[in-house]
């Protein structure tokens, strides 16, 4: 058939017609523009990275990471993460199953509200957070009974949580819709109830795009700069994480050792970027449903 190609697992997919394609000169200037811009952007930068956190050898760097304020800063962001994802997590499966699953009013109202954070500032977003849990805020009770959230580990955790919370929820809303509801309502039909449905039927269909939430999640956490400032207080070897840590040796004039943990965070970005891939093709893989016919 014309305008076709079989694939190897037997699916059909469109030819471009070659009256519509670009000329090869186009498409290697299109390419080398790309390629160029990404080395300039991204790559270079990345080995700037690594070419200045060992500049004066890897002694130092490694000193640098084992100081004491760097140690904390970097115990303070693994643990923000570990308490932000998961609560992000139990968060985006429900936003998802409730905005998929059911009819109610409201609905676009509470899509709109899992996107706010993508549209404020996340310095705005720390204010917030300083104006209602602060010492002149909306809830003095707190400081009354001793409980502080501002400038210690919780405030760093809600406006963490503030920032995050729309990745697991995004990845997951759009492929329930693409799924439908019709091997939840067969499930019912057949006796199966409420988490007897979540972890049989709908869990594994969704996995591959919750880790792949969990993924995002993860890497904007433990990068989050700007929320996290407003309500830290810059409280050195306290309440400093690695990106506030890493500002702190920067205006100091320690620009290796500044460097030297800026480079933690490369290494992530680089880590998530991997698993980000694999994840995606296990999951376009998991979801080609002529490979699955063809047992593959």
């Not at 997951?172 to 819709?177: A, D, R, T, V, W």
């Not at 067969?186 to 880790?211: D, E, M, Q, S, Y």
């Amino acid at each position: 058939m014309a305008g076709y190609v079989s694939t190897k697992f037997g699916a059909k997919t469109t030819e471009r017609p070659q009256h519509i394609s670009e000329p090869k000169a186009v498409k290697w200037v299109l390419i080398t523009a790309a390629v160029l811009f990404m080395t300039l952007i991204l790559i270079l930068p990345i080995i700037l990275v690594f070419v200045e956190a060992f500049r004066k050898g890897a002694e130092l760097y490694l000193a640098s990471l084992r100081e004491p304020d760097a140690v904390s800063a970097i115990w303070l962001t693994l643990k923000t993460a570990a308490i932000a994802v998961p609560l992000n997590v139990i968060f985006g499966l429900t936003a998802a199953w409730a905005i998929t699953k059911f009819k109610f009013r409201g609905k676009n109202f509470l899509i709109t509200l899992v996107d706010l954070p993508f549209a404020i500032s996340p310095v705005i977003a720390g204010l917030v957070f300083v104006l209602l849990f602060g010492a002149q805020g909306w809830f003095p009770w707190l400081q009354e009974n001793g409980i502080k959230i501002i400038f210690s580990l919780p405030g760093i955790v809600l406006a963490t949580i503030f920032v995050t919370f729309p990745f697991v929820a995004r990845e997951l809303i759009p492929l329930m819709q693409a799924q439908g509801t019709q091997e939840e309502e067969a499930a019912a039909t057949l006796g199966a109830r409420g988490w007897r449905i979540f972890w049989k039927v709908t869990l594994p269909n969704i996995k591959w795009g919750l880790l792949y939430g969990v993924i995002l999640c993860n890497a904007r956490a433990m990068g989050e700069f700007g929320a996290v400032s407003v309500v830290s207080g810059h409280i050195r070897g306290s309440t400093n994480t690695i990106p506030l840590h890493i500002q702190i040796l920067y205006n100091e004039y320690q620009f290796s050792a500044a460097f030297a943990v800026a480079s933690l965070l490369v290494l992530l970005a680089v880590v998530t970027l991997i698993v980000k891939t694999l994840v995606e093709w296990k999951f376009k893989q998991h979801g080609n449903p002529a490979q699955v016919e063809s047992g593959e």
